[in-house]
């Protein structure tokens, strides 16, 4: 980080989640849906999850000075297929009276929010979050699906800070 500083480089962590949290929950079963060994989310129903969440952000946030601290929250739905079987998420569900599992990830980003803040950082997300329902839910968006022209819009119009890293042309892996 100090080199990067030295270049004049802002190096922002990201720490993907609910999504892309495999290695985390199989480390920590206990965070994930189910009884999925390293399920691909955490489980938004478990308040164990966003203490946990919490303390390890808290842990990042003294590693990167950065003002800002990704959280993807991008693909949630290629592991979240057993969210609506799930009794700890089937509970947030009723008490807060949802009735579709993007509202519950709504939850969880928006859980998120004062974790980060709390941190003096702000929140960036994949414009995937568009998608969900409930209004705004951080502070910027990494616009990456560039077939999806319509989030730079909409995401502006919603008043986010947008980054423009479209797939195509500039993910280095294609």
């Given at each position: 980080v100090?080199?990067?500083?030295?270049?004049?480089?802002?190096?922002?962590?990201?720490?993907?989640m609910?999504?892309?949290?495999?290695?985390?929950?199989?480390?920590?079963?206990?965070?994930?849906?189910?009884?999925?060994?390293?399920?691909?989310?955490?489980?938004?129903?478990?308040e164990e999850?966003?203490?946990?969440?919490?303390?390890?952000?808290?842990?990042?946030?003294?590693?990167?000075?950065?003002?800002?601290?990704?959280?993807?929250?991008?693909?949630?739905a290629?592991?979240?297929?057993?969210?609506?079987?799930?009794?700890?998420?089937?509970?947030?569900?009723?008490?807060?009276?949802?009735?579709?599992?993007?509202?519950?990830?709504?939850?969880?980003?928006?859980?998120?929010?004062?974790?980060?803040?709390?941190?003096?950082?702000?929140?960036?997300?994949?414009?995937?979050?568009?998608?969900l329902?409930?209004?705004?839910?951080?502070?910027?968006?990494?616009?990456?699906?560039?077939?999806?022209?319509n989030?730079?819009?909409?995401?502006?119009?919603?008043?986010?800070?947008?980054?423009?890293?479209?797939?195509?042309?500039?993910?280095?892996?294609?």
């Amino acid at each position: 980080v100090e080199y990067a500083a030295g270049l004049h480089i802002e190096v922002i962590p990201e720490i993907d989640m609910p999504g892309h949290a495999s290695s985390a929950n199989r480390a920590f079963p206990s965070l994930g849906v189910g009884d999925q060994p390293g399920s691909f989310t955490y489980n938004p129903g478990k308040e164990e999850v966003y203490t946990f969440i919490a303390n390890v952000l808290k842990e990042v946030a003294a590693l990167f000075p950065s003002q800002y601290l990704h959280f993807g929250g991008d693909e949630v739905a290629l592991g979240n297929k057993s969210w609506a079987s799930d009794p700890y998420i089937k509970a947030l569900m009723e008490r807060e009276g949802f009735t579709d599992i993007k509202e519950a990830e709504a939850y969880f980003h928006k859980r998120l929010a004062p974790i980060v803040h709390s941190l003096g950082k702000k929140m960036i997300g994949w414009d995937d979050i568009l998608d969900l329902p409930g209004g705004k839910q951080g502070d910027m968006l990494t616009w990456w699906r560039h077939d999806k022209l319509n989030h730079l819009t909409e995401g502006q119009e919603q008043g986010y800070g947008m980054i423009l890293c479209p797939r195509l042309p500039l993910y280095f892996d294609f």
